[in-house]
């Protein structure tokens, strides 16, 4: 995923490139979602003593946690997102430690009562394999009856099955015009949805076309039943299951699964 292609188009530099390189848009477009950040602290209050946020990125719900008292530490494999989260906790005056991790070879320095996995990031753990190794990084660093709580898509096949295609637009930090056009086809065999998206950054205003980029990433989805499979399979008790962050009951139609889980054994 961190392949990159470079190549000139008269004025423009064409870039193959992971969407997490670009830390800055990235936090313009996610920060103001939070949605899962009350059910997270609710959790995080309960559990007491120290929580880690896995996949951290720019410290969207990690700084919010640390400024309402929680001791949160957040791990990421993107070293560009932590600096970015570092700099931004010290803009807020709070302490958040980060750590560069492989989610799936979780090495960290302490245990913790609470871990949390937030923004679908369990999406990105693309096969059995890397999903089971995840697990139990977790398990290894949760104390005795710890609590992992984590949030995933909930497949919805009608929409899987149509090729999307749709645009986002949103200015950047320098102010110049950012055009998203993304489309995205499921494989039901790897149960992989492929998303192609060419990133155009123009003058605001003039509209001259400044860079275009094309970004590619893969995402899994993981039907209900497998999951459950999985979290019984790495020794994790399901507490409860919602269908959306603010606690709405698991459905068929539900947009999301999110998953309380306790440490067991």
Known sequence: MKASR???????TVNIKNPYDDPDDYDIKEQSYMNDYELILEWARRCGGHALDLGCGTGR???????????????????????LAARKAEQAGVSVPLYEQDL????????????????N????????????RMLQGVYRHLKPEGVFVFGT?????EELSRVEVYEQHYANRLGQQVTEQHEEMYDAITQLLSCRTVKITAEQGRGDEISREDVHLQIRYTYPQEAFRLLKQSS?????????????????TSPEMIFICRKAG
Not at 6 to 12: E, K, N, S, Y
Not at 121 to 132: C, G, S, Y
């Open 6 to 12: 470079q190549g000139a188009v008269g004025q423009m």
């Open 61 to 83: 719900l990690a700084l919010p946690l640390a400024e309402a008292g929680i001791a949160v530490e957040g791990a990421d494999v993107s070293r560009s997102m932590l600096d």
């Open 104 to 119: 799936t070879e979780l090495r960290l320095p302490r245990g913790y009562e609470m871990m949390f996995m937030v923004g």
């Open 121 to 132: 990031t369990f999406q990105h753990l693309l096969t059995n394999e890397d999903q089971e």
């Open 153 to 157: 898509r909930n497949p919805d096949l």
């Open 236 to 252: 994790f008790e399901v507490i409860q299951v919602y269908g959306g962050w603010k606690k709405e009951p698991l459905t068929s």
